[in-house]
């Protein structure tokens, strides 16, 4: 079967892990957190680390992680490095009903537990910018970031697979991050990825920053293309991947680049030179600038479904420094 026979067959079924789904209303709101109160409007990252431990104080503590800092050139720098972090969240609902966690414990998939561990997290790596995807709970990380200091915007996939689970908190999408206090938000534009010219169920969140202190401008941009393994969905992410790239550039304007996003993709498959190859943006991979390689991995699951065979697929974060 050619790919564009099967592109029409995918669309006539816009459910679980479809390529292409027209826009419909989401009947769930964001609502499940509507509860959660914090101690102040306003705190330092250190109190709120300190509030998200003691809601978790009966399991382990907060797995660290070792942070790897690339200095860009120095006539590129804003006012000294920015800390990015970029992350797929995981959506509640899908975790917790669809995506077969067999070897993840009940507690750890827990939105009780899950939501304090994210803000914690967060909170103890301070990060300038965050990208997140698979976000279905943007209410609590908007309150909860932003008594830290942070503005964010959150886009939602047009048919997210969320909203075909009964007990889900709305849709799932992208979402961007940035504290007030070190940028200033020019404009924000979203996009609906096309694929052959199709608009497919993946989206991207653009922010134009200013940092305060210098007044230099920056492009961020956070995206999550589809997903799974095979030649169909190798193609639908190298036509995301272009389309993404034909998104940005315009809008970038010659101001340097951040572009993170869960590509679900190695670095072996066309997407990634389609994103760092010849064009308007020659971006790089910040893994590969910081490391002199790309990972082995950058996450990894296992699922009942796939036999318990551990899946790694690139996370990454790609920056160009508005050079020619």
Known sequence: MDILTKLKDWITVPRLGSLT?????????????DGVTFPSDHMTPEEMERHCQQQLKSLPPLL??????????????????I???????????????????????????????????????????SPDIIGLQEVDHFKFLQRGLGTMGYEGTFFPKPS?????IKSNNGPDGCALFFRTDRFELLQTVTK?????????????????????????????????LKARPGALNSAVRLEQGRDLMAFVAPLAAGRPVLLCGDFNAEPTEPVYGAVTGAGR?????????????????TTWKIRATWRGVSHARLRVQFRWDGSR
């Not at 789904?21 to 957190?33: F, G, L, N, R, V």
């Open 21 to 33: 789904a027209a826009p419909k209303s989401h009947d769930s709101q964001d609502t499940e957190d």
């Open 64 to 81: 660290t992680r070792q942070l790897v800092e690339y200095p860009p050139p120095a006539e590129q720098c804003l006012t000294g490095n």
């Open 83 to 125: 800390r990015i972090m970029q992350w797929n969240l995981l959506s509640q609902a899908l975790g917790v009903h669809n995506d077969n966690f067999t070897q993840c414990p009940a507690c750890d998939l827990d939105w009780g537990n899950r939501r304090y561990r994210i803000l914690e997290e967060i909170a103890h790596y």
């Open 160 to 164: 997210s697979p969320c909203l075909s």
């Open 192 to 224: 609906v990825i096309d694929v052959w010219k199709v608009q497919s169920n993946q989206v991207a969140v653009l922010c134009l920053l200013r940092e305060r202190r210098s007044g230099r401008e920056l492009c961020v941009t956070t995206t999550h």
């Open 281 to 297: 943006l020659p971006l790089v991979s910040a893994y590969r600038q910081a490391a002199g390689a790309e990972p082995r991995y």
